[in-house]
């Protein structure tokens, strides 16, 4: 498989797939494209149909969304999901949300890992849009922390989608409540994540 991604300092949604990918130990080559630069667009178009990253290439399939990539990579390993039906359709209902929704976050506190970026005056959007992900994030690390220190107990997609959320909250200095928190570190002590921050921050100083 061969996965096209973005610049690991801004793309969000190349983190996602990219994440999971990596926790579920599949093998693939990565194909990174530059960003917002002359030419960027035509050399995702020799991948990507649709024009974006990231998109997932596996022989002559093509998946071009980061939840669909996602969905496709459970496929192949199945531990990407929870294995409890009720759980999973929680965990796949959070993702959805995370992957339509957040409209006012994503545009006023855009993923910048190597940016500090305290940011005081947050609409009542932002604000409404924190409350609800740290409210996912709480409920589920109260009902699941006895299984594993991830959103549903062990790694799944759900932490995937939400991890570039992490990279904002830490750019913003948005305050956590515990739990959270916890997670949060959870997260970041990952091998994948740590390899992507510094990915990102050899890439900003090019």
């Known amino acids: 498989m061969k ?3 973005g610049n690991r300092n801004y793309s969000s949604w190349s983190l996602r797939p990219w994440l999971a990918i990596k926790q579920a130990g ?3 080559e990565e194909i990174a494209i530059r960003l917002n630069e002359a030419g960027t667009k035509a ?18 399939l093509l998946v071009w969304d980061s939840l669909a990539i996602c969905e496709y990579l459970a496929e192949k390993s ?7 039906a009720r759980v999973r359709a929680e965990a796949r209902s959070v993702s959805a949300e995370m992957h ?3 409209s006012a976050l994503r545009q006023s506190m855009p993923m910048e890992i190597n940016a500090s970026k305290p ?15 740290v409210a996912i ?8 922390a006895a299984e594993g220190p991830f959103l549903f107990g062990r790694f799944s997609i ?24 916890d997670w949060v570190e959870a997260i970041c002590g990952l091998p994948a994540m740590q390899e992507w921050r510094a990915g990102a921050l050899s890439e900003t100083a090019k």
């Not at 994030?137 to 699941?144: A, I, K, Q, T």
């Not at 991890?163 to 959270?180: G, I, N, Q």
């Open 26 to 28: 599949l093998p693939f």
């Open 78 to 84: 199945p531990s990407l999901w929870p294995s409890d």
């Open 3 to 5: 996965l096209v991604i």
């Open 43 to 60: 050399q995702i178009y020799k991948y990507s149909p649709s024009g974006k990253v990231p998109c997932l290439i596996d022989g002559d």
């Open 119 to 133: 940011y005081d005056e947050r609409t009542a959007e932002v604000l409404a849009d924190i409350a609800r992900i």
């Open 137 to 144: 994030w709480e409920s589920c690390r109260r009902r699941f």
């Open 158 to 181: 759900a932490d995937a989608m939400f991890a570039p959320v992490v990279w904002r909250f830490k750019t913003y200095a948005v305050e956590l409540p515990p739990a959270s928190r």
């Open 100 to 102: 339509a929704g957040f």
